[in-house]
């Protein structure tokens, strides 16, 4: 679906008219479950969280301002349903549990869960930049907008979190040897 359809699908939307919310979401489905799975580590929750997601965006899509960030939007919402679900409940993943997009084919399983595990220590709002940035192709100013942080604050964090991240990376290195 080109941008132009999916802008006159989001103005749809944002009057009410469930067939474009619907077509939106069928756009974005494969996308907001692997969001959600980032998030969840599992299938069943991660579609949970997916669901939850599309009953908020359609109560509140009168609230998007710009057809243009619908997907912007609809993920500020999704990662909000998520943190809020994940700090009800605590969870326990094995590396067999690990699904990894097909662009980290030359990577081996011991490294993605290395990975994983280090972006699971980081603080939450670093997790979510990272999450956005590398994994979801945000830039700047989508991350600043879905977390409603000035683009500065985004810049410092998605530093930051590397910084930490080669730490940690390397420390676990370090162990492991």
Do not use: C
Request: proline share 2%; aromatic share 12%; net charge positive.
């Amino acid at each position: 679906m080109d941008p132009s359809e999916k802008r006159k699908l989001a103005r749809k939307a944002i009057r009410k008219n469930p067939d474009a919310y619907g077509a939106l979401i069928t756009e974005y489905k494969e996308y907001l479950y692997k969001m959600a799975y980032l998030y969840m580590k599992n299938e069943q929750d991660a579609l949970d969280i997916v669901g939850t997601t599309i009953l908020k965006g359609f109560q509140n899509i009168h609230t998007l301002k710009n057809p243009d960030w619908f997907k912007t939007w609809i993920t500020k919402i999704l990662i909000r349903t998520a943190q809020d679900e994940l700090k009800k409940v605590i969870y326990f993943d094995s590396a067999d549990e690990i699904q990894i997009s097909e662009r980290y084919n030359g990577v081996s399983l011991e490294e993605k869960h290395d990975l994983y595990s280090a972006i699971d220590q980081l603080s939450e709002r670093y997790q979510t930049v990272i999450v956005l940035k590398y994994f979801s192709g945000f830039s700047v100013r989508e991350i600043a907008f879905v977390m409603n942080i000035p683009e500065g604050s985004v810049k410092a964090y998605l530093s930051r979190a590397r910084s930490e991240l080669k730490n940690i990376l390397k420390e676990d290195y370090l162990y492991a040897n």
